[in-house]
Every structure is written in C-alpha cells, then in structure tokens.
C-alpha cells in the first residue's frame, strides 16, 4: 500500500523559503521507474505542477519556477525535500506530493498525499 | 491563466452522460498523447482517472473515459453517478513543463 504524507510550516513571511518534505512507505524511490512531484494548488484554484525526482536523481522542475525551486531524495528515509526561495503571497497554496505511476512513457501521479497548506503573510 | 482551457461547469442526471472537454494547442494535446484526468473531490486530493488520453488506472470504473480529437481532448462520464460530482482536471505533456487545465466542476442533479 503507496501512502505519501507532507510536512511542513503552515505559515512563512514574504521573502522566507519554504522546505516542505514528503515522507512516503509502499515503494522505495531506489527502484527503476520510480518518482515523486509535487504540485500546489490555491485556494480555490487549479492545480500547477512544481518539480519531479526520479530514481536515477534526474530532476524536473516548471520552467517558470526553476529558479527558485530545489528538490532532493533521502532514500534511507524514504523522503523527498522540496524547497522554494523568496516566497510570496501568490505562493500561498496547499501543496501536495504524489507517486508517479510506474511503466509508462510520461509522469502521471497515481497516488497523492492528504496536502499541506502553506500560507504566506506579512 | 491555464494552458489548458476547460469549461467552469457542466451538470448532468443521475444515469445520463457528461463531456468535459480539455482544449490546449498544437505545442501540448494536439501533438503529445500524454493527457490525464483527474478528480478532485472538496477538501481532498485529486485521483488519477485518466492517462495516455485513454487509459484508466487500477480501480477506475469503466463509465470513464477519454478521447482527444485535434487540440481537444476529452473525458466523458456515463451513467452518471451522485458521487462523480467533483472538480476535473485535464493536464498535458508541454515539452519540458506539464500543464493543467482551470478545472471543471461537474454537478449531478
């Protein structure tokens, strides 16, 4: 059974960087095909894919966000680190982890964490 | 503003069929067979119901399915249910991004 949870500040200033982390069980991210992504949503909004690690450390970020986005994988702990710079008010959203579905030809995410909402205000 | 256009609303009868559509453009759905759906019930996180235009996942009942046609693509729901009302999400493979649709809310009335 694949079970993501995310952790993280529920609240940031302005311009502080956010590390959120997604602690999984149910597959190891050492295996071939595997990956974990994060992607937010607003309150009220769509969704919006953020970064995606892979089993082999490759990484993929949103280009409009590539800037400011970090995302790491501790394999021993089964945990997967997003960080994002400078954040703002817009940034204001739940953020969710999820498990890419294996053996296909592209990133879909079969299975999905509960979301942490992370608000930024001053 | 999404990548991805969809239509605010549809509604429909229990038992009747729905059509979300999933409009994007030459550089996303009308080139790549990488478009998904998802489901999103309030307060929830969404579920995966759809991928490769036409597949569904482990689970998924087969009253849901996919399509595409030129930059469209499209899910439909037949014999609708009081518990497929939800928010759709289409998403596209876009080169090096993924993009998602604004999102559609579905009413069963």
């Known amino acids: 059974q694949i079970t993501l949870k995310e952790s993280g500040p529920t609240l940031l200033r302005p311009t502080q960087t956010l590390t959120v982390t997604c602690t999984f069980s149910?597959?190891?991210?050492?295996?071939?095909?595997?990956?974990v992504g994060w992607i937010r949503q607003p309150p009220g909004k769509a969704l919006e894919w953020l970064a995606l690690i892979y089993w082999d450390d490759d990484r993929r970020f949103s280009p409009s966000l590539k800037t400011r986005l970090t995302i790491t994988k501790d394999t021993s702990k089964n945990q997967v680190v997003l960080t994002m710079t400078n954040m703002d008010p817009v940034d204001t959203a739940t953020y969710y982890c999820?498990?890419?579905?294996?053996?296909?030809?592209?990133?879909?995410?079969?299975?999905w964490g509960q979301g942490t909402l992370v608000t930024v205000s001053s | 503003q999404s990548a991805l256009t969809q239509p605010r609303s549809v509604s429909g009868s229990p038992g009747q069929s729905v059509t979300i559509s999933c409009t994007g453009s030459f550089s996303d759905v009308g080139t790549y067979n990488y478009v998904s759906w998802y489901q999103q019930h309030p307060g929830k996180a969404p579920k995966l119901m759809i991928y490769d235009v036409t597949k569904r996942p482990s689970g998924v009942p087969d009253r849901f399915s996919g399509s595409k046609s030129g930059n469209t693509a499209s899910l439909t729901i037949s014999g609708l249910q009081s518990e497929d009302e939800a928010d759709y999400y289409c998403?596209?493979?876009?080169?090096?991004?993924?993009?998602f649709g604004g999102g559609t809310k579905l009413t069963v009335l």
């Open positions: 999820a498990h890419r579905l294996p053996v296909t030809s592209w990133d879909y995410f079969d299975h």
């Open positions: 149910g597959f190891s991210l050492s295996t071939s095909g595997m990956a």
């Open positions: 998403c596209s493979f876009a080169g090096v991004d993924k993009v």
